[in-house]
């Protein structure tokens, strides 16, 4: 079975630029999270699908982010347009049930710099 | 509010050494507790989990115990081996929004042999 995969695995741009984040979870996993570490501070939550809508996007840190996931599969998230701040490693999680005790499977993360 | 408490790292044994990274934690309810480990390279893997008060939790060697009146998930291993460096996170889960992990700052361990 395959695990959870994102892509790129390492993005560089400059300061006002646009990235995509994508992230396809394991298949059959309803619901999707991102998560996002920025160096030295903890991984902090960004938001939950389940499916296709929104569950919880209450850590999205402003309106430069906006994540989708059309038809429930994979996930992208935008960064529009980023800034220094928003580098780190950007995770994503997939997991069947979503609930408390629910273990979720990580994907390698996508390490993004912004210059 | 919800948070978790971890040792600062890194943390450095020799092969065999007897491992202990403290986690506590802060949080309503009755959360369900993780380890998390992320190996160089890979994605952040479950180690083991325990759900409610006084469970244990064990894989590969470590173990963890739910510990209520102390709000702390403390990880042990007996005898670390140089295949165990990796960065452990402890985590909770408190059921917020049905899912949303809450991660301490990790625990860099590196095991010479």
């Known amino acids: 079975e395959a695990g959870v995969t994102q892509f790129p695995s390492h993005s560089v741009i400059e300061k006002g630029q646009t990235v995509t984040l994508r992230c396809d979870p394991i298949s059959g996993h309803d619901n999707l999270y991102w998560y996002r570490r920025v160096m030295g501070k903890e991984i902090k939550f960004l938001l939950h699908f389940v499916k296709e809508s929104k569950q919880d996007e209450s850590g999205m840190p402003n309106n430069r982010f906006l994540a989708e996931r059309t038809g429930g599969t994979y996930s992208t998230l935008k960064v529009q347009p980023a800034e220094l701040e928003d580098s780190g490693v950007y995770f994503c999680?997939?997991?069947?049930?979503?609930?408390?005790?629910?273990?979720?499977?990580f994907g390698p993360g996508t390490r993004l710099t912004v210059t | 509010g919800n948070s978790v408490t971890q040792m600062e790292g890194p943390v450095t044994l020799s092969e065999e050494a007897f491992l202990t990274i403290n986690c506590t934690y802060t949080?309503?309810?009755?959360?369900?507790l993780f380890w998390y480990v992320q190996y160089p390279g890979e994605g952040l893997q479950l180690l083991l989990k325990?759900?409610?008060?006084?469970d244990k939790g064990s894989n590969k060697g470590f173990e963890a115990t739910y510990r209520k009146e102390t709000t702390s998930f403390h990880l042990e291993k007996g005898s670390v081996q140089v295949s165990d460096s990796a960065v452990y996170f402890c985590a909770l889960n408190y059921g917020g929004s049905q899912g949303n992990l809450i991660f301490g700052k990790g625990t860099k361990l590196s095991v010479k042999p």
């Open positions: 999680a997939s997991s069947l049930v979503g609930a408390l005790w629910d273990e979720q499977y």
């Open positions: 949080a309503t309810g009755y959360p369900s």
């Open positions: 325990a759900t409610k008060a006084d």
